[in-house]
């Protein structure tokens, strides 16, 4: 759950604004009954102050006052029918009353109100990931075991671990990242005397980096099935807590049962979102989870046999440094986006199921999905054998899937890459912006917030933002596409 209030202004009104502000402090003190009144004082000073009936709608759903908190968010939803935060406390408190169906379709709609909304997507994907929906990141070719995630009070009594029939031909392309995690991380697992005979230290962790949605995750459950070992999901919403302690509590408790496993994969997805940076405003309760992280991982360093930790992120800029060092998650490892050839071998192997009518070109389909990532590519071929399926059963006929089906999907289905890279540019790219200053025009230069140093390591996902969010590039793999798409 969110661990504190949204901060938005919201109001006209100076004292609403204040009781909003002075609540907000409380809430952050886990002054929850205290923080209700001052919101709802601020709720009398401005019957339409969306932002309060919403944290006030928080400060209920952690009391368990789920009937309040519904009445609050309803009332978001009328003030700002386009509001995201209204459906993702809805999800909340739907999780708090175990209507697992009903958690993912508000955090579905917070999503479509507001695609880049990470903690509604983080929390929907745990929930998927839990459930086996459709779309869940590892249980879709990964073996669940009898034990199952327990969770009493907010603290973390059993983990669930899986194992994976995944294997490295499972996945296409990346023949550099495979060599890499071949070299750095399944020989440490299956053949930790090798390294030690040549003294070599054992590594322990692991950075995937690279745009969403490019085979991090794929590769972990390869690395499971090629080291035969057990491999836990380790999800954010499941750690960090609003109480005091819980969040060290629920790390503890995960490698803890790593170790008794062994040999065990601990994988965290999105790591950025728990082992954010330790700023200045950061909440107390993430500044004590990354430590207790790194206080695990140093637990780890010096025994590593039989446990490895990986991580993945997007934006590896926002993980703080303490976590990437040397014998913590020292190994960085670059997850690009397909190539042509990569994008054909997709295809391939996303079809050998499928009932295909002859005169399939796989190399037209990888020039149509130019800038696409193997979850586009995934989801193109598996909304083509829908398409075929759901015909059939509207007609009674059976046909094979022919090569006019994938391009009506393409057609339809933009790359989700072009969005995420204009996004990100502008962390990482300097740009100069013209201002006004007592009536002269001054250039500004606005410097990214990447240091020298992080632009020098993720330097290959650096070069792919800069190149992919370029405008004459984007039109460059825009005509490709469309050459492809109508032509050939």
């Keep these: 759950m969110a661990s504190e209030p949204t901060k938005k202004p919201g109001t006209n009104n100076p004292r609403a604004k204040e009781l909003y502000d002075e609540a907000g402090k409380l809430f952050e003190e886990n002054k929850f009954d205290e923080a209700i009144k001052l919101y709802t004082e601020a709720i009398e000073k401005d019957h339409d102050y969306a932002s309060a009936y919403f944290n006030r709608a928080l400060s209920f759903a952690i009391l368990n006052q789920y009937d309040s908190a519904v009445k609050d968010a309803d009332k978001v939803l009328e003030i700002e029918p386009e509001s995201c935060d209204a459906p993702y406390v809805m999800g909340i408190i739907s999780e708090y009353k175990h209507d697992t169906d009903a958690a993912i379709e508000w955090y579905e709609k917070s999503l479509k109100n507001n695609p880049h909304y990470e903690q509604a997507r983080a929390r929907l994907n745990a929930l998927k990931q839990r459930t086996g929906s459709a779309g869940a990141k590892v249980l879709a070719s990964g073996k669940e075991s009898e034990s199952k995630t327990v969770v009493e009070e907010g603290q973390l ?90 969040t060290e509590k629920n790390m503890h408790a995960i490698f803890k049962q790593a170790r008794e496993n062994a040999p065990c994969i601990i994988f965290f997805d999105e790591v950025d979102a728990l082992g954010t940076k330790r700023e200045g405003e950061q909440q107390s309760t993430m500044r004590m989870a990354v430590n207790q992280f790194l206080q695990e991982l140093d637990g780890v360093e010096k025994n590593p046999e039989g446990i490895f930790v990986i991580t993945a992120t997007n934006q590896p800029w926002d993980v703080d440094p303490a976590l990437k060092r040397a014998g913590r998650l020292g190994e960085s490892i670059y997850v690009p986006q397909p190539d042509y050839k990569t994008r054909k071998a997709a295809f391939q192997y996303n079809t050998k199921k499928m009932p295909l009518a002859k005169g399939i070109d796989y190399g037209r389909l990888a020039r149509a999905t130019m800038g696409y990532s193997h979850a586009d590519i995934t989801e193109i071929c598996d909304k083509t054998a829908l398409r075929v399926a759901a015909e059939e059963d509207r007609t009674g006929k059976k046909r094979k899937i022919r090569m006019s089906d994938f391009l009506s999907i393409i057609k339809k289905r933009p790359t989700t890459l072009d969005e995420w890279y204009s996004m990100v540019k502008k962390d990482i790219i300097s740009k100069t912006e013209t201002q006004i200053v007592e009536g002269k025009k001054q250039e500004i230069v606005k410097e990214g917030k990447l240091s020298a140093e992080e632009k020098a390591r993720y330097r290959d996902l650096v070069k792919a933002v800069k190149t992919n969010s370029n405008s004459f590039q984007k039109g460059m793999k825009k005509f490709m596409r469309l050459v492809a798409v109508w032509m050939f």
């Excluded at 040549?198 to 080291?227: D, N, Q, S, W």
Aim: contains cysteine.
């Design 157 to 246: 009594k059993q983990v669930r671990w899986f194992t994976s029939n995944t294997m490295f031909k499972d996945v296409v392309g990346m023949e550099k990242q495979k060599e890499l995690i071949h070299d750095n991380i399944i020989l440490a697992m299956t053949k930790p005397e090798l390294l030690r005979a040549y003294g070599k230290k054992l590594g322990m962790g692991a950075l995937f980096y690279g745009p969403p949605g490019c085979g991090k995750t794929h590769l972990v459950r390869a690395i499971a099935g090629e080291t035969k070992a057990k491999f836990i999901v380790a999800n954010i919403n499941e750690i960090v807590d609003m109480y005091a302690g819980n």
